[in-house]
T-cell receptor, first 113, second 113 residues
Framework: GAGVSQSPRYKVAKRGQDVALRCDPISGHVSLFWYQQALGQGPEFLTYFQNEAQLDKSGLPSDRFFAERPEGSVSTLKIQRTQQEDSAVYLC???????????FGDGTRLSIL | AQTVTQSQPEMSVQEAETVTLSCTYDTSESDYYLFWYKQPPSRQMILVIR??????QNATENRFSVNFQKAAKSFSLKISDSQLGDAAMYFC??????????FGKGTKLSVIP
């Protein structure tokens, strides 16, 4: 496909469970970003990869959040021991370079019960 | 730190009319980019228009144009000849210094037939 692909589109988990969210960026895009969007808010930065290197994880809200991009393409955002406050839409974006416009996926809506 | 403020939580416009969405920002960086993204209910963030801070000329993309006032740190979006498909959340975003985007809280635009 031509765009950024995220899966699953919806995820429901019980509090305390671990979840994994996948992002497949546009082919050839070096930069990959994760954002968290709470209901009624704008997206907030979580973490940034340049190829396989995680250059910035300053936005990750706690050590329960972990992201990886081992081969410089697909990325996974993992949340351990989920809490209700983790409920949000998680958006992934990619760009050819860090200062180029970011292309967003459809997001994963995570609901923690 | 960067901040982006959108003071209009909701706006409405009659079909075929013109509407202006407001955005102010703050950054200490001299080199930065400003963006307007559109987010329909499908959740995908779609780039509407981009403005480089070093360019004095206001960006234009078909029916969409911006009024970039650098000294006032203002970046408004004008939508001309509004169409039903323009109804969505609109987010103003700032990319400064580093690569991450800082978003405003958004403006919900309704188009009245």
């Amino acid at each position: 496909g031509a765009g950024v692909s995220q899966s699953p589109r919806y995820k429901v988990a019980k509090r305390g469970q671990d979840v994994a969210l996948r992002c497949d960026p546009i082919s050839g895009h070096v930069s990959l970003f994760w954002y968290q969007q709470a209901l009624g808010q704008g997206p907030e930065f979580l973490t940034y990869f340049q190829n396989e290197a995680q250059l910035d994880k300053s936005g990750l809200p706690s050590d329960r959040f972990f992201a990886e991009r081992p081969e410089g393409s697909v990325s996974t955002l993992k949340i351990q021991r989920t809490q209700q406050e983790d409920s949000a839409v998680y958006l992934c974006a990619s760009s050819p370079a860090s200062n180029q416009p970011q292309h967003f996926g459809d997001g994963t809506r995570l609901s923690i019960l | 730190a960067q901040t982006v403020t959108q003071s209009q939580p909701e706006m409405s416009v009659q079909e075929a009319e013109t509407v202006t969405l407001s955005c102010t920002y703050d950054t200490s960086e001299s080199d930065y980019y400003l963006f307007w993204y559109k987010q329909p209910p499908s959740r995908q963030m779609i780039l509407v228009i981009r403005q480089e801070a070093y360019k004095q000329q206001n960006a234009t993309e078909n029916r969409f144009s911006v009024n970039f006032q650098k000294a006032a740190k203002s970046f408004s979006l004008k939508i001309s000849d509004s169409q039903l498909g323009d109804a969505a959340m609109y987010f103003c975003a700032l990319g400064a210094g580093s690569y991450q985007l800082t978003f405003g809280k958004g403006t919900k635009l309704s188009v009245i037939p």
